[in-house]
Nanobody, 127 residues
């Protein structure tokens, strides 16, 4: 059973940066078989995909709202997924979740297809 623990959230001013981490353990299958993703959910809004990473092909994808500002990466030695967030905007304020599922992904899978989620870490960006 995969367990995911996020950290790194906080409060920053617009234009600032944060790096989120997601420590993962308990893989049933090879790490390369897991689609790893970051989602976010703002109050009153649907949970939306932000970035995905598939180790098997090195594929990364980003939502249009964060492309060129956010970078998803992974340190296999530490079993940790990262989300580097630069040039933060107030509209980036949300609870951020990491998710994992042993499936191929070259685009954003629907959130319902992920069975493994972290508890979330809050990001607040003030103007």
């Amino acid at each position: 059973q995969v367990q995911l623990v996020e950290s790194g959230g906080g409060s920053v001013q617009a234009g600032g940066s944060l790096r989120l981490s997601c420590a993962a353990f308990g893989y049933t299958y090879s790490i390369g078989r897991y689609c790893m993703a970051w989602f976010r959910q703002a109050p009153g809004k649907e949970r939306e995909g932000v970035a995905v990473f598939y180790r098997g092909t090195g594929t990364t994808r980003y939502s249009n709202s964060v492309i060129d500002r956010f970078t998803i990466s992974r340190d296999d030695a530490k079993n940790t997924l990262y989300l580097q967030m630069n040039s933060l905007k107030p509209e980036d304020t949300a609870m951020y979740y990491c998710a994992a599922e042993p499936r191929y992904c070259d685009t954003f899978p629907p959130r319902q297809s992920f069975n493994h989620w972290g508890q979330g870490t809050q990001v607040t960006v003030s103007s």
